[in-house]
C-alpha cells in the first residue's frame, strides 16, 4: 500500500505467493499497477449501463473547431471562431444576415477552406479541402437550394457519384434506402422521380443521400424555408431519431421558434466573431436576439385595425399559363383593401411569383381574366393622378407596367429577384432611384438631383449601411439591398403595395424594419399584399390570409383567429385531394 507498493520486488519478498509462478506473479503485479476504474464525467458508475452509455455519448466531442478565421479579400468572414459540436445533440447556429454562420459550416463541407485555424474530427487533426474529404470524415452537409437531377429517380440521385462496380445494382441500392428511411422515419419511395416529388421530399432525397454515404454529422441550412407547419414536424421528429441513435447535427435556421423547439444548445456569432452559446433550455428567444444583435430588441410585430377600409383590387378567375403551356394560376379570384395586409400563403411554386407579375402587367393572361383597381378617393394622399371614368373601376389587364403608370396608378412591386428585377446591381442608390423618376424629365437632359435627394433620404431613414449613395449596390448585403427597393417603392406613395419574400433571409433587426413599414403603409390607406414563407410572421402580421395551392385559391382565412395547422392543410389541399382521386 502507498508508497511501498512502488519499491523493488523481488521472489523472495513476495514467499507468501511462492507456487504461483512466474507468469502468474508479473500478472498479478501489472494488476496492482492499474489504477481502478473510475466513474465518466457525466457521474455514472466505473461500469455504465447500456442506457447510461448513451447518455455519456451526448457529451462527445464530433467536431471540434479551433481559432478558424477566414477572409475573402479585406472582408473577414470568420474571425477566430472555436466551437464544439457534439454526437447526441442538435446544434442550432443563430446570427444576423452576413454573421457567417454558412461560411463556417462551408468549410466543414468542404466548399471553403479557412485560412486560419485547425479542424479536429474524432479529436484528430484534420484537412478537409474538398466535400469528398468532408464525406470521409463522416460530414454531410444539406444546403437549402436542393442538388438534384430532376430526370434522375430518388435512388439513381442518392448513389449518383459514389465509388463502386462498373454496373449499379440499383435493387441493393433501394433496398437500403429503404432501410435507412425506417430506421428514422422518412417516408419515400426510391423509385419516384425527382420531377413528381413535393419539396419535402426532394429535402428526404437530400437527407438520406449524406446518410447513405456514411454520414453522423449532418449539418441542415434553413431546411424549413419552404416546409409546411406539418412537413417541418415530420422533419423535426426524423432529427430527434438521428439525434438519439448518436448522430451530431446543425441547423442553421432564423426561425426562433424553431430553435426553441428542435435544439438542445445554441451558438450565436455577431459580425463573424463567436459570441458564446448556451443550453436551449436555459435561454428564451428574446435572450437569445439580444445576443445576435448585442442589445434588447422589441420582437412584436404590431397589428393596429384599420376601421375604414375601401376597395383596391378586384382579381377575377385570373389564369396564367407557364411557357410549358402548364396552368400556374387557375382561376384564382380575390379582393384587395385598402388598410389591409393581405398575405399570400402556400408552398414555394404554388403561382406566388406570377400572381404579382400579372397584377403588375409582367405576364400575359388568359380570356376572362380580370383585375380591376379601384381607385383611392381624390382628397386622399395615396390617390395618385387618375380617378377612371367608369365607377366600376378600371381594368389592368392588357396593361404593361409603364401604361398602368401613365393611367396614372399609383403601385408599387417588390420583386423576389432583387438584384435581377428589382434593382441594377452596377449602379448606386441614386441612380436605381431614377429609374422611377427619369420619365418625369422636361428637357433631354437628365435632372439627378431629386433621386440623390431621395437615395439620401432612404440611407437615412432606413439605415442604409453604405460607403456611399453612388457605391454599386451588389456591394450591399442582401438586407442593404432589400431597404434599399423598399424605400425607393414606398416613397412613389403607392395606393398598392406588393412584395415577394420582402424578409426572405434577411436577420431579425432588418426583417422588422420591414415589417413596421408595410404596417406604416397600411395605416396611410395602402393595399399592401405580402407573399411570406414564414406562417408565423404571416399569423401575425396580416390582417386575412390568402392560400394557393397547386395555383388554385385552397382558402382566405382571418389572420387573427387562423391557426398554423389550419393554413398548413390549406397549403396542401389540392394536392392531397389529387392524389386521392
Not at 485560412?115 to 479536429?120: A, F
Request: aromatic residues 4%.
Amino acid at each position: 500500500k502507498g508508497a511501498a507498493l512502488w519499491q523493488p520486488l523481488s521472489l523472495k519478498s513476495l514467499h507468501p505467493l511462492r507456487g504461483i509462478g512466474r507468469r502468474g506473479l508479473f500478472s498479478l503485479f501489472f494488476s496492482l499497477r492499474r489504477p481502478a476504474p473510475q466513474a465518466c464525467a457525466c457521474g455514472h458508475g466505473a461500469e455504465p449501463t447500456l442506457k447510461e452509455r448513451m447518455i455519456c455519448l451526448e457529451h462527445t466531442t464530433a467536431i471540434e473547431l479551433r481559432h478558424i478565421t477566414k477572409r475573402f479579400g479585406k472582408v473577414v468572414a470568420n474571425d477566430d471562431i472555436s466551437l464544439e459540436i457534439r454526437r447526441g445533440e442538435i446544434l442550432s447556429l443563430l446570427g444576423e444576415n452576413g454573421s457567417g454562420k454558412t461560411t463556417l459550416m462551408n468549410m466543414l463541407a468542404g466548399i471553403y477552406f479557412p485560412d486560419e485555424g485547425k479542424i479536429l474530427v474524432n479529436g484528430e487533426p484534420t484537412t478537409i479541402a474538398s466535400p469528398k474529404d468532408a464525406f470521409a470524415c463522416g460530414i454531410g452537409m444539406i444546403h437549402q437550394h436542393f442538388k438534384l437531377v430532376d430526370v434522375f429517380s430518388a435512388a439513381e440521385n442518392i448513389v449518383l457519384g459514389l465509388d463502386g462496380e462498373r454496373k449499379l445494382d440499383l435493387k441493393a441500392a433501394s433496398a437500403k434506402i429503404l432501410e435507412i428511411s425506417e430506421k428514422y422515419g422518412f417516408s419515400i419511395d426510391p423509385n419516384k422521380k425527382i420531377y413528381d416529388m413535393s419539396v419535402s421530399e426532394k429535402q428526404t432525397v437530400e437527407i438520406i443521400k449524406v446518410l447513405y454515404r456514411g454520414a453522423d454529422i449532418l449539418i441542415l441550412d434553413e431546411p424549413t424555408a419552404v416546409l409546411t407547419p406539418q412537413e417541418t414536424d415530420r422533419l423535426f421528429d426524423v432529427m430527434r431519431n438521428m439525434k438519439a441513435d448518436g448522430k451530431a447535427l446543425v441547423i442553421i435556421t432564423h426561425k426562433l421558434h424553431e430553435v426553441m423547439d428542435v435544439s438542445d444548445r445554441v451558438a450565436v456569432l455577431r459580425k463573424g466573431r463567436y459570441i458564446g452559446d448556451v443550453a436551449t433550455c436555459d435561454t428564451s428567444p428574446q435572450k437569445l436576439t439580444d445576443m445576435m444583435v448585442g442589445h434588447a430588441v422589441t420582437l412584436n410585430i404590431d397589428r393596429p385595425l384599420v376601421e375604414d377600409r375601401n376597395l383596391r383590387l378586384e382579381v377575377k378567375d385570373l389564369t396564367v399559363l407557364t411557357p410549358d403551356s402548364i396552368k400556374a394560376l387557375d382561376h384564382v379570384s380575390f379582393d384587395a383593401y385598402g388598410g389591409e395586409i393581405l398575405g399570400i400563403a402556400g408552398i414555394s411554386g404554388s403561382g406566388q411569383k406570377e400572381l404579382l407579375e400579372a397584377i403588375a402587367g409582367l405576364r400575359v393572361t388568359q380570356p376572362g381574366s380580370h383585375v380591376i383597381y379601384h381607385p383611392p378617393a381624390p382628397d386622399e394622399p395615396i390617390a395618385g393622378q387618375h380617378v377612371p371614368v367608369d365607377k366600376g373601376g378600371e381594368e389592368l389587364l392588357g396593361k404593361n407596367p409603364r401604361q398602368i403608370h401613365d393611367i396614372g396608378v399609383s403601385m408599387a412591386f417588390v420583386p423576389e429577384d432583387r438584384l435581377g428585377m428589382g434593382l441594377v446591381g452596377s449602379m448606386g442608390m441614386a441612380d436605381n432611384m431614377m429609374l422611377k423618376t427619369y420619365r418625369s424629365g422636361r428637357g433631354p437632359l437628365l435632372d439627378r438631383k431629386p433621386p440623390r435627394q431621395l437615395a439620401e433620404r432612404v440611407k437615412e431613414e432606413l439605415d442604409v449601411l453604405t460607403p456611399s449613395i453612388n457605391t454599386p449596390v451588389r456591394r450591399l448585403s442582401g438586407g442593404n439591398v432589400q431597404k434599399v427597393l423598399v424605400g425607393r417603392e414606398i416613397a412613389q406613395n403607392p395606393s398598392v403595395l406588393m412584395t415577394a419574400y420582402a424578409v426572405r433571409g434577411l436577420d431579425i433587426n432588418t426583417s422588422y424594419t420591414i415589417y413596421n413599414l408595410l404596417t406604416a403603409q397600411k395605416l396611410k390607406g395602402v393595399a399592401v399584399i405580402y407573399v411570406g414563407e414564414d406562417l408565423d410572421v404571416l399569423l401575425e402580421l396580416c390582417d386575412r390570409i390568402l392560400v394557393l395551392c397547386g395555383g388554385q385559391v385552397s382558402g382566405i382565412v382571418d389572420g387573427r383567429t387562423t391557426t398554423k395547422e389550419e393554413v398548413g392543410l390549406l397549403m396542401t389541399r389540392f394536392v392531397k385531394e389529387a392524389k386521392e382521386a
